[in-house]
């Protein structure tokens, strides 16, 4: 069966530091694979996606950016952490069938 | 531009009163909705898909073209249901798998 994992699960990082969230899907070959930035009171915001190795779509002007190295992994990063940035991150993938499986979620507080 | 809108972001009721969580939509194709739901401590997760046109856990949602809505119902809602739910809007027309979430509804189903 299908898996998602994310880590780390909870991030505490100083204003102006690097970032590095991973997402890694066991189970299928060839996932669309989706960033989520769940804020409160804003909902789910989709960050970013990616189809394929080394293909990323941006969906919203940003600190942050995302990489695809490999088929099943997806990664979101920063060189400079802002405030703004502090949130809870989703990593996600679908095959195709309509539905996303989500992971358990990276929570980030910039302080 | 596409949208989803939950204009509620909490709702509370007691324990066997009706429930209907609000979602519309704006999207010039043809829709595809979705209602996820996030129950304490566990992982985002679908809850139902307006083509399978099933009741899951006593909730059903109709797909109202005209009123361009998909509200979420249940006649008598259950201290279990308590949770954040979300209405989604799949953009599958153009291949990404995207979807686009609205705001969240927290649902508080009092005892």
């Known amino acids: 069966s299908q898996t998602i994992h994310q880590w780390p699960a909870t991030l505490v990082q100083p204003v102006g530091s690097p970032l590095s969230l991973e997402c890694t899907v066991e189970?299928?070959?060839?996932?669309?694979l989706y960033w989520y930035r769940q804020a409160a009171g804003r909902g789910l915001q989709l960050l970013f996606y990616?189809?394929?190795?080394?293909?990323i779509s941006s969906e919203v002007p940003q600190n942050l950016s995302a990489s695809r190295p490999q088929d099943r992994q997806f990664i979101l990063s920063s060189k400079k952490l802002l405030l703004s940035d502090s949130g809870f991150y989703l990593c996600?993938?679908?095959?195709?069938?309509?539905?996303?499986?989500f992971g358990e979620g990276s929570r980030l507080t910039v302080l | 531009a596409q949208r989803v809108t939950q204009p509620e972001k909490l709702l509370s009721v007691f324990k066997g009163a009706p429930v209907e969580l609000k979602c519309n939509y704006s999207?010039?194709?043809?829709?595809?909705l979705f209602w996820y739901v996030q129950y304490s401590r566990q992982r985002l997760q679908l809850l139902l898909r307006?083509?399978s046109r099933e009741s899951i856990k006593g909730f059903t949602a109709d797909l109202n073209k005209g009123e361009t809505s998909f509200h979420l119902k249940k006649p008598f809602a259950q201290e279990e249901d308590s949770a954040m739910y979300y209405c989604?809007?799949?953009?599958?027309?153009?291949?990404?798998?995207?979807?686009?979430f609205g705001q969240g509804t927290t649902l508080q189903v009092k005892p």
């Open positions: 996600a993938w679908t095959g195709g069938t309509g539905e996303l499986f």
């Open positions: 189970g299928t070959s060839n996932p669309n």
């Open positions: 990616s189809v394929g190795i080394g293909q």
């Open positions: 999207y010039s194709g043809s829709p595809e």
């Open positions: 307006h083509i």
């Open positions: 989604a809007l799949s953009l599958f027309s153009s291949n990404t798998g995207k979807l686009i």
